[in-house]
């Protein structure tokens, strides 16, 4: 508990301390991030695979890297504004990649995949999805309570990325056909994947959930058929509960700083 109290929240740092205490964290993320996004996009082409094959799987490691990594980095900042500087890098380096890929597809034969409009409508679905961990790996004032919360916050993220997969437990077997067809869509609007595949692949007619792989793994399209998701939808619900945690997080420290000064009164 003693060391937790040392570790509350620091006083906003200058930008030499803030680079000295943060930096080499925000500088790592971004490499990696980097790095880890166009080494799958280099595998598949290399394997023999197209621009076009390699971009969903380059976007699906773009997403679960914003899903998971945020709040594991924000948590170790001193200092709120290091924690959002460490937790924002990840969408920052998708963005870096977002651009590469623009820019391949440009020199491409073909029109340009993913065109700018596309990576623009990407890069909001992962940055609201990215300040989701930024907030809950700010909204504890101790170490150890920023990490129960980044190690929570992955697992909400974890079962919105599988929840075709976990929803299909449930649909075919039990509630109306109305209830699951709502459940499913639900499902589809909470998936951040589904909101980066609709927010760049419908204009090619492409829907995650309606390939024909996703008929083997899920039961989705074969019981119940939901709409192809919205990616406007998907970026409300975790800009919401993005504010939600924030909201939570400033009446929490209140309540903290007020008992705080109570008992250096008492």
Known sequence: MMADAAHADAPTPSMRNLWRRDGWAIGAGLGVTVVAELAVYLAVRWAGGGHADALLPTLAVMTVLCCLAPAALA???????????????????????????????????????????????????????TLVGMAAGSIARSPTGRCLAAVLAAVFMLLALTSPFWISAWIGTGGTLAEQQTAAECAVAVNPFYAVTAAGYHARDFTWHE??????????????????????????????????LSIVAGLWRRGAARSSAASADA
């Open 211 to 244: 390939w024909g792989t996703m008929y083997r793994w899920t039961r989705l399209g074969e019981y119940v058929s939901p709409a192809p998701v919205a990616w406007q939808a998907t970026v409300f619900i975790y800009v919401g509960l993005a504010m939600v």
């Open 75 to 129: 948590c170790g900042g001193e200092s709120m504004v290091g924690r959002w500087l460490r937790g924002g890098i990840v969408a920052d380096g998708g963005a870096i990649v977002l651009l590469v890929l623009w820019l391949i597809g440009l020199a491409g034969d073909g029109p340009a995949s993913p065109t700018f409009l596309e990576g623009l409508k990407t890069y909001i679905v992962l940055a609201v999805v």
